[in-house]
């Protein structure tokens, strides 16, 4: 699962942070920069094809098994599409942009295959540690792509990077080759209408069954509003915003990627062991609050542009909570999970999770020549609100399946 979490990381900034660096020196415009470099937002949309990754083998990887011949395919189409970027550059634009989202779609058919094989491959009770173990792997993926990417580009051409972060994904590809399938049996319907049915109607009509219109309809809203404030920093607006403060691609490497990443790590394993003493709904409600206020950070770089303890500050605060969100957000969304539709409904949940932060992340550009950076910032706090009014309504509910699911797990 490390070694999976490295292989989702990878290719995350690679379509997002890192590309806008590249697009800002080569004379591309905000507003453009932060739509191409929203080809991440690919990645809310995957539970549009995620059936696909639970009833259907791809011919010439069949005999991997389910999980790991989808691996395998979308393991090797991301190093295709790098390979591919770095050749074409952004002076072919349109070509480029067709290759990043190339690699930010198998990017995200990866994740589907990474997150049904975690679920899978292990029971509930130990996911928390799988998912921790997840984190770190994908945090030295960030760190590979962040990091050492935006170093390189100081010392080689940016095509060069590239090459360097696609030749990285032969270690995933390794990975996919030496890891075990999943031991889990599943129906093959003979007849189309049937595989139509329970592969794309089922999954989605399983979830209302479960916990009726109403109440299903009041989670799928506090998951689509939850995490905004977090993803709408993730996009293209912070590589612009750190040139604008100041900063070199050096010191933004080491400051946001490489000190950023460990603090990130400290904020998983914190997250993670909130989730082992307390469950995932109230650690869940106290770290969205914590991770959207650390967004107003953030303006004190404003204030006190290129100062490096001032960032330093600000990227303390920002990724210790970011990281501890992680563990409750994964625990809760699994826990909404049944496993005969694993890849589509945790597919479909994740999305919902990033959708919005990634609609505001392609508008922020826009947004931010109107507002100011300042103003964009506060606009990413206040979205913290309709979401935990939805966390109170929906709390009596989950606290109580939390304490019947401790009082009836068999002890250890």
């Given at each position: 699962m490390f070694l999976f979490g490295f292989s989702s990381g990878l290719p995350f900034l690679l379509v997002a942070g890192t590309l806008a660096y590249w697009l800002k020196e080569n004379g591309i415009k905000l507003a453009e920069i932060t739509m191409i470099a929203s080809a991440?937002?690919?990645?809310?949309?995957?539970?549009?094809?995620?059936?696909?990754?639970?009833?259907?083998?791809i011919p010439g990887f069949a005999r991997l098994g389910q999980r790991r011949g989808w691996l395998l395919f979308a393991q090797l189409s991301v190093l295709a599409g790098l390979l591919a970027m770095a050749?074409?550059?952004?002076?072919?634009?349109?070509?480029?942009?067709?290759?990043?989202?190339v690699v930010a779609f198998f990017g995200a058919t990866q994740d589907i295959a990474v997150d049904a094989y975690r679920i899978e491959?292990?029971?509930?009770?130990?996911?928390?540690?799988l998912v921790a173990t997840y984190a770190l792997g994908y945090r030295i993926?960030?760190?590979?792509?962040?990091?050492?990417?935006?170093?390189?580009?100081?010392?080689?051409?940016?095509?060069?990077?590239?090459?360097?972060?696609?030749?990285?994904?032969?270690v995933p590809v390794a990975t996919t080759l030496m890891a075990r399938?999943?031991?889990?049996?599943?129906?093959?319907?003979?007849?189309?209408?049937?595989?139509?049915?329970?592969?794309?109607?089922?999954?989605?009509?399983?979830?209302?069954?479960?916990?009726?219109?109403?109440?299903?309809?009041?989670?799928?809203?506090?998951?689509?509003?939850?995490k905004m404030p977090e993803q709408a920093t993730i996009g293209g607006i912070m590589s612009p915003f750190y040139r604008d403060m100041g900063f070199s691609k050096t010191e933004i490497g080491a400051i946001t990627k490489i000190y950023g990443v460990w603090i990130g790590i400290v904020g998983v394993f914190l997250g993670g062991a909130a989730v082992a003493r307390w469950g995932a709904w109230r650690p869940l409600g106290v770290t969205i609050v914590l991770c959207g206020c650390s967004n107003l950070l953030y303006l004190l770089l404003i204030a006190w542009p290129g100062n490096l303890a001032v960032l330093t500050l600000v990227i303390s605060g920002e990724n210790l909570t970011l990281g501890m969100l992680g563990p409750p957000t994964v625990a809760f969304l699994s826990s909404l999970v049944n496993r005969q539709h694993t890849a589509t409904q945790y597919a479909l949940l994740s999305s919902l999770v990033n959708l919005p932060g990634k609609l505001l992340g392609f508008f922020a550009g826009g947004i931010a020549t109107a507002t100011g950076y300042g103003g964009y910032f506060v606009i990413t706090v206040l979205a913290v609100l309709p979401a935990m009014a939805l966390f109170a309504y929906l709390s009596p509910r989950f606290r109580a399946a939390e304490r019947l699911s401790a009082a009836t797990a068999p002890a250890e």
């Open positions: 991440g937002m690919t990645y809310a949309f995957k539970f549009l094809w995620a059936p696909l990754l639970d009833h259907w083998r050749l074409l550059t952004p002076a072919q634009l349109a070509p480029f942009v067709a290759a990043t989202l491959i292990a029971p509930i009770e130990a996911q928390g540690a993926g960030l760190l590979l792509a962040g990091a050492v990417a935006l170093i390189l580009a100081d010392h080689l051409p940016w095509r060069m990077v590239y090459v360097v972060m696609a030749l990285a994904m032969a399938e999943p031991d889990v049996l599943r129906h093959r319907p003979a007849r189309w209408r049937d595989a139509m049915r329970e592969g794309v109607i089922d999954p989605f009509a399983d979830f209302f069954r479960r916990y009726g219109w109403w109440l299903a309809g009041v989670i799928l809203l506090f998951l689509l509003l939850f």
